[in-house]
């Protein structure tokens, strides 16, 4: 690879001066490299802070300068560019970048070299049900899960979860996680459920504290179309909730209301370099070994 972007919070100095490095450094090894600005733009109701449109049509590959967050968020706003993304942490855990700092300049050197692998993640895609059952047609993706949790007075909500147009469970719950296998190792593990290997074509639901202690968390394929509905738990009050979308809050809802959550063709696709497996980077970031 020889024509990169860098996507980074240039309002950070420390980002800004990183950036700025990286960007001389590839070009002195005969590179080409554009530091892209972060604008605050909102298409179609959702946050980007990339313009996936202002990127050169012969751009190979897009460093991401930060933590997780910025991962997320670079995944979201190139979802439909097909282009494949490295991370550089400048954050703390890092679970989803690559290269630590300290390992930058040999990074680059194996991007120039074309030493690298290119490792594909699912995504997931939301919106709205209509009455008549159809989608909205305006969407949300995420990398790593779409959560709908209580809102308001509610000490807990219901919600209905379809699979494939078939009633699978009800939950009462403070609300309930539909994660991919990237997002595994996030707000799912803390909620109590599985880590999923990354490349598995699967997706995990999982309840957040839920009232019955049989409730458990629910793997299904990443071909199943997954439809929740906002019940009722007491006669007297419609539930509440708000749903988050990677971390951005991205509507309410309340009872009958319905979402629809489905794996899009669109992927996101990671750059791996180091060779370290994701088991050695889970014992290494969870469980601090």
Known sequence: MKRFCVITNRDKED??????????YLEQKGG??????????????????????????ETECVLVLGGDGTMIQAAI????SKLPILGINMGTVGFLTEVEPQNLER?????LQDKYTIENRIMLRESSVTPTGTSSGKACYALND??????????????????????????????????TPTGSTGYNLSAGGPVMVPDTEATVITPICAHSLNKRSLVVS??????????QTKDF?????VLVVDGRTVRGLSTGDRLEVLVPEDQTRIVKLSGVSFYKKMRDKLNGN
């Not at 980002?15 to 001389?24: H, L």
């Not at 699979?163 to 539909?178: K, S």
């Open 32 to 57: 080409k490299c554009l530091i892209l600005e972060n604008r605050r733009v909102i298409s179609e109701g959702v946050l980007h802070y990339t313009e996936a449109d202002k990127i050169p049509e």
């Open 77 to 80: 706003d190139l979802v439909h």
């Open 15 to 24: 980002s800004n001066r990183k950036a700025v490095y990286i960007q001389e």
């Open 107 to 111: 990074a680059l050197d194996l991007m």
């Open 146 to 179: 779409v959560v709908l949790s209580k809102r308001g007075d509610c000490r807990l909500i219901t919600i209905k979860v379809y699979i494939n147009d078939e009633l699978a469970d009800i939950y009462r719950a403070d609300g309930l996680i539909i994660s």
């Open 237 to 241: 009050q419609e539930d509440e909730a």
């Open 222 to 231: 990443a071909m199943d179309r997954i439809v929740l509905e906002l019940g």
